[in-house]
């Protein structure tokens, strides 16, 4: 059963017991039971709770370079690549939600722009987890590492720096990386998981389009250059450097202008 939304709170405030849910799968029924029809409250300070963001006891999370290295020619390798992207999928969910509540003062838009994005995380993670239980794993069978949130966490101050660094960084690298991991499990039979893939590649190319939206929208607020900001952010909060291949076409429908993307080959 999902724990019952509390009566007449806002959007933002909403967001929060997602949240804070530990369990991997409640959270994501959790979340794709929010109501975008509550009021946003977009002007509310809301206080920080305890316990963001909750997570389950497993997987045991380790530095990236830490996790073991398999092979796909097995069934568990090929599992471990697909929980890998599942707990990619399940920090998705949490980066989504907290950008709602923590930043007040954006247009409406932007909040709801953002519950959706978290609902359609919460989708790929559930598409993602089922199919790990057809090879006879879950969520939480396999080490994972936790970049995605260390980068919410440096930037929890600053959504400039939030929006540069989550959705136009390290989420903007799965678009690159997306099509040579879904080509390498066609290659070992998991039609399935290819499937998936290629529905979440579409749909994160609107979550990147999204954060370079309003990444743009802050900049001209500000009266910042976007290209030269990035840069100072990239730095100053110690971004991984990017490397390519780059999916210049998921780039370039994702929003990336031309300059952004000579820039990358810098």
């Not at 006891?57 to 929980?83: D, N, T, Y």
């Not at 678009?175 to 040579?180: E, F, G, N, T």
């Amino acid at each position: 059963m999902l724990p019952s939304m509390p009566a007449g709170n806002s959007l933002r405030t909403a967001v929060i017991l997602p949240l804070l849910e530990a369990n991997a799968v409640r959270k994501a029924e959790c979340t794709l039971a929010l109501d975008p029809d509550l009021a946003v409250d977009a002007g509310a300070s809301i206080e920080a709770p305890p316990g963001i963001p909750g997570r389950p006891p497993e997987p045991e999370l380790v530095a990236h370079s830490q996790l073991p290295q398999w092979s796909l020619k097995s069934i568990e390798g090929r599992a471990a690549l697909i929980h890998s992207i599942a707990h990619i999928e399940l920090n998705a969910i949490d980066l989504a939600l907290d950008i709602v509540w923590r930043f007040p003062g954006m247009p409406e838009d932007f909040y709801l722009d953002w519950v959706s994005v978290a609902k359609e995380e919460a989708k790929h993670f559930m598409l993602l987890r089922d199919h790990l239980v057809t090879l006879g794993f879950d969520y939480g069978s396999f080490q994972a590492h936790n970049g995605l949130w260390e980068m919410a966490e440096k930037t929890s101050g600053d959504l400039l720096a939030r929006l540069a660094l989550v959705p136009r960084t390290l989420e903007a690298r799965g678009l690159d990386a997306s099509p040579l991991v879904r080509k390498k499990l066609i290659s070992v039979g998991d039609h399935k998981a290819g499937a998936i893939l290629e529905l979440i590649l579409a749909e994160e190319i609107g979550h990147v389009a999204i954060g370079n939206r309003w990444y743009r929208h802050v900049c001209a607020e500000l009266g910042l250059d976007p290209i030269a900001i990035y840069a100072e952010l990239a730095e100053r909060h110690n971004a991984p450097y990017l490397r390519g291949p780059f999916n210049l076409e998921a780039r370039r429908a994702a929003g990336f202008d031309e300059e952004e993307l000579a820039a990358l080959g810098r």
